[in-house]
């Protein structure tokens, strides 16, 4: 009995002492899949019409065509099947390479933008108006964005499902700031909508200035990469205009070298790249 009563009074001292340390509720954090990144890409890249199982079938369609096509001119299957893999990533890396340097323009493009929306709001002008006014007076490569939200809005007249719309075709961590900026001063008012404005446009150019120098530094560690991935696959393709050279490839042995060489290709082109990658602004409000 005595045990017990042991046992039930020193749970009890441990609850007490327990509840003098309140744990926070762990937040569930916001995964970013392969997919979302995609999305993230054909928005930014303009390619109008084509969605994520657009691509995914315009990826299968060119890796069949090309693992066809390498088994009518090699007859072996691990060859064609391995030319089939880059053939069928090349639509992804052509999209991807369009949206970085989309983005790599719109970094640049960002500060007048700024500039020409404080500019608007100084001279007396609404939000939703100084928006409209960039599809006007704004960067060429943005106009299209913003004359759609200007479309947006005076057709319903609704400001925050316009500005939702608009982030989701710009898909741009500088353009979900300036959205919720406006968003807030829309809501809640203030003076302080210019003095944010002019504070926004100084940094995005000075960090502008400061990742066009590091990425210039930084090419020539991206191209090696390329060039090390790109390298051993050109000499297979050398050797596939003689039939007797790829015979060796056709065995057991053969498979396990190609698999081995492809898995190390890319976990090294991955490693340069990871190695050599600039931090990338996240959508934090999207």
Not at 5 to 21: D, E, K, M, N
Not at 52 to 75: E, P, R
Not at 225 to 233: E, G, K, S
Not at 250 to 278: E, K, N
Request: hydrophobic share 50%; with cysteine; net charge positive.
């Amino acid at each position: 009995m005595i045990p017990l009563v042991s046992t039930l009074l020193g749970l009890g001292v441990f609850c007490i002492y327990w509840s003098f340390w309140p744990q926070q509720a762990k937040r569930p954090k916001s995964k970013v899949t392969a997919v979302d990144r995609l999305r993230s890409d054909l928005a930014v890249s303009g390619m109008r019409g084509l969605n994520v199982s657009t691509l995914a079938l315009l990826c299968f369609g060119l890796a069949l065509f090309v693992f066809l096509l390498g088994m009518a001119l090699t007859q072996v299957a691990p060859v064609a099947f391995c030319f089939a893999l880059l053939a069928g990533y090349t639509p992804v890396a052509v999209l991807r390479s369009r949206a970085q340097r989309r983005r790599h323009g719109r970094r640049e493009l960002w500060p007048d933008a700024v500039d020409h929306i404080a500019s608007a709001v100084r001279a007396g002008l609404a939000l939703p108006e100084a928006l409209a006014q960039l599809s006007v007076r704004g960067p060429e490569e943005l106009r299209p964005a913003f004359a759609q939200f200007a479309h947006d809005y005076r057709t319903s007249g609704d400001f925050q499902t316009s500005l939702d719309d608009l982030k989701d075709r710009l898909a741009d961590p500088v353009a979900d700031r300036l959205v919720e900026s406006l968003r807030l001063a829309r809501e809640v008012g203030g003076t302080d909508l210019g003095r944010l404005l002019r504070t926004l446009s100084t940094f995005l150019r000075d960090d502008a200035r400061t990742r066009a120098e590091l990425e210039a530094r930084q090419s020539w560690t991206v191209n090696a990469a390329r060039l090390a991935l790109v390298a051993p696959w050109l000499v297979l393709l050398m050797l596939a205009t003689r039939g007797s050279s790829l015979e060796a490839y056709s065995s057991p042995t053969g498979v396990v070298i190609l698999v081995i060489g492809g898995l190390v290709s890319f976990a090294a082109y991955r490693i340069m790249r990871r190695i050599g990658r600039l931090p990338t602004e996240v959508r934090v409000m999207a």
